[in-house]
C-alpha cells in the first residue's frame, strides 16, 4: 500500500471517530517510530481504536 493510502486511512478512521485527524496522524506515527518504524501492535495499538 504507497504511503499516501496509508495516510488517508488512518485520518479517515480518526474523522469517523470524531477525532482531529491530524493529532492523530502525529500520534500514530509517533508510535511507528517508538516501535522503529514498524506499526504498533498490541496494547500500542488497542489506544487507536478506542
Known amino acids: 500500500m504507497h504511503l499516501?493510502?496509508?495516510v488517508w486511512t488512518?485520518?479517515?478512521t480518526a474523522e469517523r471517530n470524531d477525532r482531529?485527524?491530524?493529532a492523530f496522524?502525529?500520534?500514530y506515527?509517533?508510535?511507528?517510530a517508538d516501535t522503529g518504524?514498524?506499526?504498533p501492535g498490541g496494547t500500542?495499538?488497542?489506544r487507536f481504536f478506542a
Open 25 to 27: 496522524l502525529t500520534d
Open 10 to 12: 488512518i485520518t479517515a
Open 37 to 39: 518504524g514498524r506499526p
Open 20 to 22: 482531529e485527524s491530524l
Open 4 to 6: 499516501a493510502a496509508r
Open 44 to 46: 500500542a495499538l488497542e
Open 29 to 32: 506515527l509517533n508510535a511507528c
